[in-house]
């Protein structure tokens, strides 16, 4: 039984969302791995039907963990994944390239019970799954200020970011990974902000555009297609606000206008997606120190610069600023 099918059977955390495929589009699964405000374009670009519009049929599937993602698109389930680009780096035996990103620099954040000064007073913090974004950003801020992961401090698998909330409430956690919008939600649950990484100014992006290398070769035309929707997504995100809030509404579960405003006001996505080396270069040195021979590797065996190329160098991305107003 494949993955997607197991998920399905279970019910825990499949989500398919979209509609039949069209008569000669492109079937396009398309798996999305948190319920996270970065996510906005791709959602956006599925409730306009951008994808239709450049010709592919494109269903969104939801898995929880980049893990379990690249195992969908490992075993044909899926086409695309939308996920961090650790696991691209540390699992090279998958033919995984990253081909697109959304997201400039490391956009979480560590909130705390109240009483909490320092993160050498945390010992338990709630993530979603080992492998995934909050992982890895957990990581990396709990070594930054000298800790041990797992050591010194726990990384507790709570799932989605309100459970994280709800982990810190209840006291079962001393603290929870979160990303925008649920940021707010945090705040006025009374839980205080200890580490800001937005204001580090750390390049890097947790959400890449990924898909198998054979298939990507296969169905280039396809993908640069996909990548014009999803380039044209964040143009309509970025230009028409009401809209976008109503499909963030939809699907982060959320009604409070305030707290889907935090995304407009902590997102600033990228009109040119590059998946350019700088965004996952932290990764690669984070994977490195386990594996040396990462460090070895080329860039161009983890990324594909050339769709978002082709396309930029047709005119596409420019004519697209003047449509829309977006620079």
Do not use: C
Not at 144 to 163: F, M, T, Y
Not at 260 to 281: G, I, M
Not at 286 to 305: I, N, R, T, W
């Amino acid at each position: 039984m494949t993955l997607v099918r197991q998920i399905f059977r279970l019910g825990v955390f499949a989500l398919v969302i979209g509609q039949s495929a069209t008569v000669g589009a492109a079937n396009i699964n398309v798996v999305w791995t948190s319920e996270v405000g970065q996510f906005a374009p791709l959602w956006v670009t599925k409730e306009a039907k951008l994808f239709e519009k450049y010709g592919n049929s494109v269903q969104l599937i939801f898995i929880q963990g980049a893990a379990s993602a690249a195992a969908a698109l490992s075993s044909g389930d899926a086409q695309v994944g939308m996920f961090s680009p650790q696991v691209v780096i540390s699992t090279p035996g998958l033919d995984l390239v990253m081909f697109g990103r959304l997201g400039n620099t490391m956009d979480n954040r560590i909130y705390v019970r109240k009483g909490i000064k320092s993160l050498k007073e945390v010992k338990r913090v709630a993530i979603s799954r080992f492998g995934s974004n909050a992982d890895f950003a957990a990581r990396f801020l709990i070594q930054r200020e000298g800790l041990r992961p797992d050591v010194d401090v726990a990384l507790l698998q709570v799932g989605n970011q309100s459970n994280r909330i709800v982990a810190v409430e209840t006291n079962n956690a001393d603290a929870a990974m979160l990303t925008p919008p649920m940021t707010l939600q945090a705040r006025k649950l009374g839980l205080n902000l200890l580490i800001d990484a937005s204001k580090l100014n750390i390049p890097y992006s947790s959400l890449m555009f990924v898909a198998r290398r054979p298939y990507l070769a296969k169905m280039r035309a396809e993908m640069v297609n996909f990548t014009k929707a999803m380039i044209e997504g964040v143009h309509l995100y970025k230009s028409n606000k009401e809209f976008s809030l109503k499909v963030l509404a939809k699907y982060l579960k959320v009604q409070d206008r305030e707290v889907l405003e935090e995304n407009f006001r902590e997102y600033d996505f990228p009109t040119r997606l590059y998946p350019a080396k700088e965004f996952y270069e932290l990764p690669i040195q984070e994977v490195g120190k386990k594996d040396p021979k990462v460090l070895k590797m080329s860039p161009e065996q983890f990324a594909d610069m050339s769709l978002v190329k082709e396309i930029e160098d047709s005119g596409f991305i420019d004519k697209l600023g003047r449509e829309y107003g977006v620079k």
